[in-house]
Each structure stands twice: as C-alpha cells, then as structure tokens.
C-alpha cells in the first residue's frame, strides 16, 4: 500500500494569491495524479506528474494555472495559481501502487482551499 | 466518449437491505472498473474492483456485477450497516491510461438503523 501525506489540509486564501499544496508519499512511485473535487461533485483529473518530465494536463487543465513539480520519487507539488473563488476545491493527490495483491490508486486526504 | 454515469445520486437504505449503485460507460477501451468510498474528509479509498474478464466479484458483504455487453457494471452492498454511510464513486481507467481514472458522479448513501 502507499500512505500519503497532503498539506495543507486546508486554507483560505485571498483571490489573487497563490497556493502550493505538498504530497510526499512513504515509497517510491512511479506516477503521481493530482485531483479536483468540487464541493458536492466528483473528482476531475488535473495533470499527471512522472519525475524528471513535464506533467501531462488534461483538457481545461493548464500549466500556468496549476503548475506541478516532481522533484523526486516521493514528492509533488500542486500550485493553484491567481486564485478565484471558482477555485474553490478539494485537490487531491493520488498514486499508484501496490494494493492487496495487485496495483490500485491511493489517494491523500486531500487539501481543502477555500478562496474569498 | 470518456464518461461513466452513476446512478441514483443519493440511495437510503435500512439496515440490513442491498444497497444497488449503478454505472454506465462508453469507451469499450476501459479494462479497469474500481468501486471507491468516500466518507466526510477524507479522501477516496479503494473498495472493490473488478476487470472485464469476469461477470462478478465479490468481497465480503460487497459485490461486483460486470455485463461487458452492455457496459454496465454495478456495486452491492449486501446487510447494509450505518457504518457504509458514504459517497461512493465508479470509476474506469484503461485505454493505455493506466490509473487515470474517470470518475463517476458519486453516490451519497445513508443507511438507517
């Protein structure tokens, strides 16, 4: 299995501002997934983040507004960028790993940010 | 073509009933259908999850039903207890994503004692 940590847990941020949310995880992995679950809804994949290469956005994801690093193995960063309150969320980190005998996604508690 | 349909969006269910979530996709590429459980603050985790190679799994009080044909595929929750109160979401990956999931649109489900 993969335990990972997020943080912040939560903040509250003035629109404008930016935010850098952590997800460090206790084993190496390969791919990492930044999430975002909007309150009451679903989760809408972000970006994938694999080290040493750019993350990979997905449609109406972009760079400048969710800049991503991977610095190693066990670690990502998640910036939301010029904050709206549209941007209000839950963002969630997830990896893959290996689960009760085969591989499957875990996911971090996630980081609540609330924009006023 | 990438969604995946879930239905009801909220389920009551007394204890002890068969909770029935539904889900419904279109990309035949899809090769992985997980179930996750989400309760109030906490992230997604996973529940049960099943390939298109078998029609059922089951794990405990929880089972999977898979009709290929139809791309269909469906959680229940058998002796429904308080403690199941939570959102659950299918997903399904595949299609050379790996584990980029596609999510349904949740199920928030409460169980009445």
């Known amino acids: 299995s993969a335990v990972i940590s997020q943080k912040p847990s939560r903040d509250i941020c003035q629109r404008g501002t930016s935010l850098t949310i952590q997800c460090q995880v206790d084993?190496?992995?390969?791919?990492m997934f930044w999430y975002r679950q909007q309150p009451g809804q679903s989760l809408t994949l972000i970006a994938t983040a694999n080290q040493g290469s750019e993350a990979t956005y997905e449609s109406g994801f972009v760079i400048d507004k969710f800049p991503i690093s991977r610095p190693n193995l066990t670690f990502s960063t998640l910036t939301v960028s010029n904050m709206s309150p549209e941007d209000s969320s839950i963002y969630l980190c997830s990896v893959e790993a290996l689960g009760q005998g085969n591989t499957e996604a875990f996911f971090g508690q996630g980081t609540r940010l609330t924009v006023v | 073509q990438q969604q995946v349909k879930q239905s009801p969006q909220s389920l009551i269910v007394q204890k002890g009933g068969i909770s029935i979530i539904n889900c419904a996709y279109e990309n035949t590429a899809f090769d992985y259908f997980p179930w996750y459980q989400q309760f109030p603050g906490k992230g997604p985790a996973l529940l049960i999850a099943i390939r298109p190679d078998v029609s059922e799994k089951k794990e405990g009080r929880f089972t999977i039903s898979f009709n290929k044909s139809a791309k269909q595929f469906s959680l229940h929750i058998m002796d429904s207890q308080p403690g199941d109160s939570a959102t659950y979401f299918c997903a399904a990956s595949g299609a050379g994503s790996s584990y980029k999931l596609i999510f349904g649109s949740g199920t928030r489900l409460l169980v009445r004692p």
């Open positions: 084993s190496q992995v390969t791919m």
